[in-house]
Every structure is written in structure tokens, then in C-alpha cells.
């Protein structure tokens, strides 16, 4: 069983930088295929970035939003840079246990979720 806490959410003005933290417990996250998400109310759940088990591969749908993880530390981020207000979502990150060197786009492949942080961005 692996547990994830976001962090790093908040307030930011259109054009800031936020850096979300993903910290997992219970199991080490080197066997997992890692990913983010973002929703906002009466949307479908939108794959934001993904990361392989080892970290060298990775995936994110703009080139202002990085993915990175560390393995030692349980740890995944996401850093986002130039946020604009379509930003504003609630995101959470996800793990899949994986054999495989890529990352998952596909939000039904996870097994693991965490609770999610709110993002607002204003203009």
C-alpha cells in the first residue's frame, strides 16, 4: 500500500511559480510509474505530467511545467512556471506500479492517489 500527501499548493498571481511536492509513504517509489493530475468542478480529471520509475522519461503537457523525482526521498515534484488562471484546478498525484521505463498518461492505470491540492491562480 502506498500513501500520497501533496503539497505545495496556494494563492499565486498570473505569472508566478508554484512547486508541488508529492511525498509517499508506506513503500518505496522506485517500482512506480508516477503521474499529475489536475480537475477542476464538473471536468474531467486532465493528466498534467508523468514520470518513469527511474525518472528518465518524462512527459508534460506544457514546456513551463517540469516533473522530477527523487527516489531517495519518496518524493515527486512538479514545478510550474508562467501560471495563468486556467491553471486553477485541484492537483493530485498518482502512482502505478510499473516494469516498464515510461510514463502513464492514462488516469484508470493508477493505483495510487493522493487527496490533492488546491491550485488558484488569479489574474
Known amino acids: 500500500q502506498v500513501q500520497l500527501v501533496e503539497s505545495g499548493g496556494g494563492l499565486v498571481q498570473a505569472g508566478g511559480s508554484l512547486r508541488l511536492s508529492c511525498t509517499a509513504s508506506?513503500?518505496?517509489?522506485?517500482?512506480?510509474?508516477m503521474g499529475w493530475f489536475r480537475q477542476t468542478p464538473g471536468k474531467e480529471r486532465q493528466f498534467v505530467a508523468g514520470i518513469s520509475t527511474s525518472g528518465t522519461k518524462t512527459y508534460s503537457r506544457k514546456a513551463r511545467i517540469t516533473i522530477s523525482r527523487d527516489n531517495t526521498k519518496n518524493t515527486v515534484d512538479l514545478q510550474m512556471n508562467s501560471l495563468q488562471p486556467e491553471d486553477t484546478a485541484v492537483y493530485s498525484c498518482?502512482?502505478?506500479?510499473?516494469?516498464?521505463?515510461?510514463?502513464?498518461?492514462?488516469?484508470?492505470?493508477?493505483?495510487?492517489w493522493g487527496q490533492g491540492t488546491q491550485v488558484t491562480v488569479s489574474s
Open positions: 508506506g513503500r518505496t517509489l522506485s517500482p512506480y510509474a
Open positions: 498518482a502512482a502505478v506500479e510499473s516494469r516498464f521505463e515510461d510514463y502513464v498518461e492514462i488516469s484508470g492505470r493508477y493505483d495510487y
